[in-house]
């Protein structure tokens, strides 16, 4: 499993159609690609195939992968931004995860 590091740029984001507002979507902060007061470290990774894999930091998850969005035509390109869904919606709608 590949873990990267992006900066948190939306937490009321759109899906990859643009469509909602429960979408959290991360900017990849590699080569100053993030705002003024990043330090330019970041190195967001995401691959076709990544949908619905978790989103977490060490121990603890935070959503689910929906989508990734490249700065070229494909995969060969650097990231852009990356999409997931919060765990937090999915508490809102009834809806729990099984972790055992």
């Known amino acids: 499993m590949t873990q990267s590091c992006g900066e948190v740029e ?5 899906n990859a159609e643009n469509n909602g507002n429960t979408f959290v979507i991360v900017k990849n902060t590699n ?37 990734c969005f490249w700065k070229g035509q494909d995969s ?9 869904t919060s765990l937090d919606y999915l508490n809102s709608i009834g809806a729990s995860i099984v972790t055992q």
């Open 10 to 14: 939306s937490i009321s984001g759109g």
């Open 76 to 84: 060969t390109s650097p990231v852009d931004i990356s999409i997931y």
């Open 31 to 67: 080569g100053n690609a993030g705002h003024d007061h990043t330090t330019g470290q970041g190195s967001l990774r995401c691959y076709p195939g990544d949908s619905g894999g978790p989103w977490f930091a060490l121990t603890t998850g935070y959503g689910i992968m929906h989508a």
